[in-house]
């Protein structure tokens, strides 16, 4: 009886780890205008808080620069560039961070959660001042 109790708490402390886990990776972005895949991210963990980099450029040349960014990220080559700051895991989403649109140079509070049924697509909504756009990421394998 103590080993099928044993069991079953390690089976829900591993799928606990595994939702936890499961943003972290190389996800495709697809740009919610044109439906065209624009590029990859890489979400990964740090500290308490999750983050992703623009991995892959698939849109734009890799040598673009962020000409509509401000402070720091102004100019700066998006390959590599950090877009997604501060994420934390809250009820199986990502939540409280923001993300950066490249394209526009604003950031905006996100929110990202893995689709009902398939852990291998994230939602990602960003929001400013009330409304919200939503884009949809394919994990790469």
Request: aromatic share 12%; net charge positive; hydrophobic share 35%.
């Amino acid at each position: 009886m103590l080993s099928k109790i044993t069991a079953i708490l390690t089976l829900f402390f591993f799928a606990g780890a595994m939702s936890a886990q499961s943003f972290t990776g190389t996800w495709k972005t697809i740009d919610d205008e044109t439906n065209q895949a624009s590029g990859h991210v890489e979400v990964y963990k740090s500290g308490n808080a999750y983050s992703g980099k623009v991995a892959k450029m698939i849109k734009d040349p890799e040598d673009s620069k962020c000409s509509k960014c401000s402070g720091n990220r102004h100019n700066q080559r998006i390959l590599g560039m950090v877009i997604l700051e501060n994420m934390v895991l809250d009820d199986d989403e990502l939540q409280d961070g923001k993300i950066l649109d490249r394209g526009n140079g604003k950031w905006y509070t996100c929110k990202m959660w893995l689709k009902e049924g398939d852990p291998n697509v994230m939602v990602v909504r960003g929001y400013l001042f009330g409304f919200y756009r939503t884009q949809y990421w394919y994990r790469v394998k």
